[in-house]
């Protein structure tokens, strides 16, 4: 049961580094580049990233 909950605790972190660079990228307070250095985001992350920034855009 620790396991399952260990994992759901990271997919949600995951999810909220998702979001919070979305929003830093919208606001102009970091570039893709600084977001994918600074949160180590794999090329399928920052793809999800760009994703959700085109859609808000």
């Not at 929003?23 to 970091?30: S, T, V």
């Amino acid at each position: 049961m620790c396991r399952i909950m260990e994992d759901f605790a990271k997919e949600e972190r995951a999810e909220r580094d998702l979001e919070t660079a979305v929003k830093l990228i919208e606001q102009g307070k970091m570039t893709e580049e600084e977001v994918a250095e600074f949160y180590h985001f794999t090329k399928a992350q920052m793809k999800l990233v760009k994703g959700k920034v085109a859609i808000l855009a």
